[in-house]
Structure formats: structure tokens, C-alpha cells
């Protein structure tokens, strides 16, 4: 099956500019996650759809932050204004979760940010 | 707030030799706990799960709620399992904590 897709791979912006990232999770998985990845830390989640409603949005930070899950398929994550502290690879993940833990998570190779 | 530790940043052993990344949680209710990897350019996947109790690739892990460990352990270290392992913690909801991750080297 193929796996998550995530574009663009790599970004290079300066501060106070926007930009968009894409994903497209695996087919017929419910849930969806976006996660911040900064150099030497684990992954931080920023949010978590379940089909298009969101589920936990608590830690992303919504004054410049907002992401989208229409028709609860593909994603779209936007920073607008970045800041230098945004540089990090964001990472996509779907799951079939429906209810009942299940604990795997499939990822996307990641788009990095490098915000100058 | 919940929290894992992985206390390693970089953990080097010669081929053959016993390997232990260690990890640490703190949560108040019962944990479910994951091992994930990520081998040089691919994606982040999973490596195993405590409630399966599973051996994958010839690694265990235990979870001992009296230390709040899940230590990842494996008897004889391949140069293959070279990578970066992270331990993660679901709060509820297949909601990951993810630690800081540990890079394991296995040299020839």
C-alpha cells in the first residue's frame, strides 16, 4: 500500500514569510497528526484529526499555526508569520485508530523547514 | 504532565555485545508503551509494542511500572540495527509522547 505522502520535502524561508505543507495520509485511515520535529528532540505533536474534526489542538501554537483536514482526507499545515524557532521537519502520520488504542502510527518522510 | 526520558543520546557498542536503551515514563494511570525507530533515510516506524509482548528484530521490552521503565534490550547487537530509537508513551487516544530518542551505533 502506499504510504504516507508528504510535499514539499524541503523549505527554506525568511522570517515573517509564510508557508504551506501537504499531506495525503494512507488510504481509508482515520486519524491524522502533525508533528514538530526540532534537531535533537523527539517528535512534538501539534495536532490530531479524527476523520475532519479536530481532537487535541492543545499544543499548537494557534497565533500563527492553523492547519486543515478537509473532506477527512488530505491535511494542510500552515505557519504565517514563521519564526526563527520554527525551523524543524514537520511530520505527517495516519492511523486507522476508530476507538481502541492501538499505538501505530504511519509516517511520512517529513518536510524541513529552514526559517532565516 | 506525562513524560518520557530516555536518558541516552548516543549509546555505542561493538557488534555482538549486549544492548540496552533505556526509557523512563511518568504517567498516573496504566501506560501503553512503543518502541519506534528510524534507520538512516526512512521513515519513522514502529519497532514494538509492550502489550503485545513481542520480540522484534531480536529486541524485548518490559515494562516495570515499580521503576516506570520500558528499557529496550537485545543479547547480540547487528551493524543493521544501527539507527535512532525513540520511546513513546500513548496518552490516550493513540496520542504519542515521543522522547528525546536515543542513537544506538554498532561498530564492526
Known amino acids: 500500500e502506499a504510504g504516507v505522502a508528504q510535499s514539499p520535502r524541503y523549505k527554506i524561508i525568511e522570517k515573517r514569510q509564510s508557508v504551506a505543507f501537504w499531506c495525503n495520509p494512507i488510504s481509508g485511515h482515520a486519524t491524522l497528526y502533525w508533528y514538530q520535529q526540532i534537531l535533537g528532540q523527539g517528535p512534538k505533536l501539534l495536532i490530531q484529526f479524527q476523520n475532519n474534526g479536530v481532537v487535541d489542538d492543545s499544543q499548537l501554537p494557534k497565533d500563527r499555526f492553523s492547519a486543515e483536514r478537509l473532506k477527512g482526507v488530505d491535511s494542510t499545515l500552515k505557519i504565517q508569520p514563521a519564526k526563527l524557532e520554527d525551523s524543524a521537519v514537520y511530520l505527517c502520520a495516519s492511523s486507522q485508530y476508530s476507538g481502541g488504542p492501538t499505538g501505530e502510527l504511519f509516517f511520512g518522510e517529513g518536510s524541513r523547514l529552514t526559517v532565516l | 504532565a506525562q513524560r518520557v526520558t530516555q536518558p541516552e543520546k548516543l549509546l555505542s557498542v561493538f557488534k555482538g555485545a549486549p544492548v540496552e536503551l533505556k526509557c523512563n515514563y511518568s504517567?498516573?494511570?496504566?501506560?501503553?508503551l512503543f518502541w519506534y525507530v528510524q534507520y538512516s533515510r526512512q521513515r519513522l516506524q514502529l519497532l514494538l509494542r509492550h502489550i503485545s509482548r513481542e520480540s522484534i528484530k531480536g529486541f524485548t521490552a518490559d515494562l516495570n511500572k515499580g521503576e516506570t521503565s520500558f528499557h529496550l534490550k537485545k543479547p547480540f547487537a547487528q551493524e543493521e540495527d544501527s539507527a535512532m530509537y525513540y520511546c513513546?508513551?500513548?496518552?490516550?487516544?493513540?496520542?504519542?509522547?515521543f522522547g528525546a530518542g536515543t542513537i544506538l551505533r554498532v561498530k564492526s
Open positions: 513513546a508513551l500513548d496518552e490516550y487516544g493513540n496520542k504519542l509522547v
Open positions: 504517567y498516573s494511570g496504566s501506560p501503553e
